[in-house]
C-alpha cells in the first residue's frame, strides 16, 4: 500500500508524546514567531543537527564516547558497518 502524504525524499515522520504543559510552552513560543508545533520542533532539531549534535546531557555524552571508540576500533579492525538508508 503506498504512503500518503509523504514527507519528501531524504525525510521522514517522527511522533512522541509530551507532557501537556511542555507542548503548552512549545505551542506559545511556536505562536510567538509564526511557526507551527512541528515547524518549531523541527527548527530546533535542525538547530542541534547545525551545531554537531551536542550531547543534551551526561548520559548522551557517554553513549557518545562509547560509540566513538566502537567506531575507531571498527576501523582498527578493518571492519564497515552498512547503514540503513531510504530507498527513495
Do not use: F
Not at 43 to 54: M, R, S, T
Not at 66 to 81: D, F, I, M, P, R
Request: aromatic letters at 6%; one cysteine or more.
Amino acid at each position: 500500500m503506498p504512503k500518503t502524504n509523504s514527507p519528501g525524499k531524504n525525510m521522514a515522520y517522527i511522533s512522541t508524546s509530551l507532557n501537556k504543559e511542555i507542548l503548552a510552552i512549545i505551542d506559545k513560543r511556536a505562536e510567538k514567531i509564526g511557526l507551527t508545533r512541528g515547524g518549531y520542533l523541527r527548527k530546533i532539531l535542525v538547530q542541534w543537527y547545525e551545531n554537531g549534535c551536542p550531547a543534551v546531557n551526561e548520559l548522551d555524552q557517554l553513549v557518545i564516547q562509547s560509540k566513538s571508540h566502537y567506531s575507531s576500533t571498527q576501523t582498527e579492525n578493518n571492519t564497515s558497518l552498512k547503514v540503513a538508508e531510504d530507498s527513495e
